[in-house]
């Protein structure tokens, strides 16, 4: 299979912790990575391998995987987190990329 | 510091073509693969194709297949999209994405992208 299956929308309290899920068959042999999209601005990656995180992204943003399903989590979300959220892979064969429908998280 | 700066993008008609240039800098373009990447008005981002550092291996996604041409001049340090047969659908904000693969198997991303250009089709 070469999709990426995401919740549409997702919603958080100020402080609580929040997890959006992606899965898909690739991600049992492929890592899936994590963008966060601004309304009017480009992707920011915030999430790639087993854990990772780039510089400047805060720690309040962690992943992981099991099986077929990769998560991001973030712990005591607060309002600047508020965005879409898209992960992505490199499909089943390893050639083409694979982006998931996108999760819209709204922080209350 | 690492740039990607998208251009290229406008209004064509249905049919028509356009050309999509990325020019890169902060680091070293011929290193690295690069992939385009695109978001219709309101919706998902799609990839749309993927070039090997050297040029050697490209990829394409079905919906584009045999329209667009993705290319590179490494000497020039850019990333081009050759966009033919436009159709309606294929109306969205063009982003050109690095894409960088760590030592672990499987562990493949787009580290940073460029802040896009927008291509809209119709008459």
């Known amino acids: 299979s070469s999709e990426l299956t995401q919740d549409p929308a997702v919603s958080v309290a100020l402080g609580q912790t929040v997890r959006i899920t992606c899965q898909g068959d690739?991600?049992?042999?492929?890592?899936a990575s994590w963008y966060q999209q601004k309304p009017g601005q480009a992707p920011v990656l915030v999430i790639y391998g087993k854990n990772n995180r780039p510089s400047g992204i805060p720690d309040r943003f962690s992943g992981s995987s099991s099986g077929n399903t990769a998560s991001l989590t973030i712990t005591g979300a607060q309002a600047e987190d508020e965005a879409d959220y898209y992960c992505?892979?490199?499909?089943?064969?390893?050639?083409?990329?694979?982006f998931g429908g996108g999760t819209k998280l709204t922080v209350l | 510091e690492v740039q990607l700066v998208e251009s290229g993008g406008g209004l064509v008609q249905p049919g028509g073509s356009l050309r999509l240039s990325c020019a890169a800098s902060g680091f070293t373009f011929s290193t690295y693969e690069m992939n385009w990447v695109r978001q219709a008005p309101g919706k998902g981002l799609e990839w749309v194709s993927y070039?090997?550092?050297?040029?050697?291996?490209?990829y394409y996604a079905d919906s584009v297949k045999g329209r667009f041409t993705i290319s590179r001049d490494n000497a020039k340090n850019s990333l081009y999209l050759q966009m033919n047969s436009l159709r309606a659908e294929d109306t969205a904000v063009y982003y050109c994405?690095?894409?960088?693969?760590?030592?672990?198997?499987?562990?493949?991303?787009?580290?940073?992208w460029g802040q896009g250009t927008l291509v809209t089709v119709s008459s």
């Open positions: 690739s991600l049992r042999s492929y890592y």
């Open positions: 994405a690095r894409d960088t693969h760590s030592t672990d198997y499987g562990d493949y991303y787009f580290d940073y």
């Open positions: 992505n892979s490199r499909d089943s064969s390893g050639n083409l990329v694979v």
């Open positions: 070039i090997s550092s050297s040029g050697s291996t490209i």
